[in-house]
């Protein structure tokens, strides 16, 4: 790979043979050139790696919530932006040094976009809106406009403004070109999430396989995997549901990942196909003495309550119930899952009022 100072000097050098060009435009073209090539190597380049450690430390402090659908871009809480403040500063800092120095470079477009990610990033919408609506209304035709509209939509997703979403989505849809397929991932990405946010589940699992023909790294795709599953398993579709659970098993993410797709697998599995003895309460069985799932005891202990309630035991699924209750230690609302659906047994199916009372008591504390 050649060194940003070889890259200068052999433009330069090229630039100054170039016989046709005009003595002042010639001195326009090197320092253009100039521009576009330290804006690159610099500023922009160094901010861009900021933004990548921003993302890690994002999605290393993010806690998935498998009982619900996990969300597209996990980035933590409100508590884990301001986390991140000091580093969205440094890349503002790095971009704007960048379009101060070099207004007439290549990078200035982007340098605005990157600006507009480290609020976002931080948890500064609106200020983040502005540095996005800048690049689309100043950069018509370039890439930079597609990406400017596809990270304003996902501004909007944050502040909950449902039409401004759509509408931004359906421009940029107009705008794509083959200089911007690389953002055409991101684009089905941003989509499925607002389609989720409106219970769109069909039309958001087919945005995400969208996404999933694209290059996507090993450990997104068993998330998008993951939430496709998660989003079949919506619309009552369990044997594609089992299919992408499947597929994420084989992506070999992180062991809780795996985990819960097990489990789910589990949960949507057909009784009538299960061989006594090696069907699923077996796999469940064996997995109580893995110590690896130590922690998730109380999952599995609540998945063989529902596979028992699912052949009618009711007294069975509560005492399985009860177990992953008492075996809730680090997983609070697994526990409280597991005293609302005892809670409810007593009450709807057994008419033991009394006792559904003193298991909702549990669910409230």
């Not at 016989?19 to 901010?47: E, H, M, W």
């Not at 605005?112 to 500064?124: L, N, Q, T």
């Not at 996507?216 to 919506?234: D, F, G, H, N, T």
Request: aromatic residues 14%; glycine residues 4%; charged residues 25%.
């Amino acid at each position: 790979m050649l060194r940003p100072f070889y890259i200068l000097f052999f433009s330069l050098f090229i630039l100054s043979l170039n016989g046709f060009t005009q003595p002042d435009q010639k001195a326009g073209l090197v320092k253009q050139q100039y521009a576009n090539i330290t804006s690159r190597y610099n500023g922009y380049f160094n901010g861009q790696q900021k933004l990548l450690e921003i993302l890690d430390k994002l999605a290393l402090s993010h806690i998935d919530n498998y009982n619900e659908i996990l969300p597209v871009f996990p980035l933590g809480t409100k508590k884990d932006a301001e986390s991140v403040s000091g580093d969205g500063d440094i890349v503002i800092k790095k971009a704007s040094f960048v379009i101060q120095r070099h207004e007439i470079g290549k990078w200035v477009d982007d340098c605005y976009i990157m600006i507009g990610k480290a609020y976002y990033y931080r948890g500064d919408y609106f200020t983040a809106i502005e540095s996005f609506q800048y690049v689309y209304n100043k950069y018509k035709g370039s890439p930079t406009e597609v990406e400017a509209l596809i990270w304003l939509a996902r501004c909007y997703l944050k502040l909950d403004k449902s039409s401004e979403v759509e509408s931004t989505l359906l421009l940029a849809q107009t705008k794509f070109s083959g200089r911007t397929r690389h953002l055409l991932k991101d684009y089905h990405t941003t989509y499925a999430d607002y389609l989720i946010l409106t219970k769109n589940y069909r039309k958001a699992a087919e945005e995400l396989l969208n996404a999933l023909a694209y290059n996507v790294r090993r450990q997104e795709r068993a998330r998008l995997y993951y939430i496709v599953s998660q989003l079949y398993e919506k619309e009552n579709k369990n044997d594609r549901s089992i299919i992408f659970y499947k597929r994420v098993i084989r992506k070999t993410p992180p062991y809780e990942m795996i985990f819960n797709a097990r489990i789910a697998i589990a949960r949507l599995y057909d009784n009538s196909d299960d061989a006594p003895g090696k069907g699923v309460e077996a796999t469940l069985t064996r997995m109580l003495k893995d110590d690896k799932n130590l922690d998730y005891k109380d999952q599995i202990y609540f998945t063989l309550g529902t596979i028992a309630l699912k052949k009618g035991n009711i007294l069975k699924a509560i005492d399985y119930y009860k177990l992953s209750a008492i075996n809730s230690t680090v997983n609070k609302q697994q526990k409280g899952i597991a005293y609302l659906t005892i809670a409810n047994l007593y009450f709807n199916k057994l008419s033991q009022f009394e006792l559904a009372g003193t298991y909702y008591d549990s669910t409230l504390a």
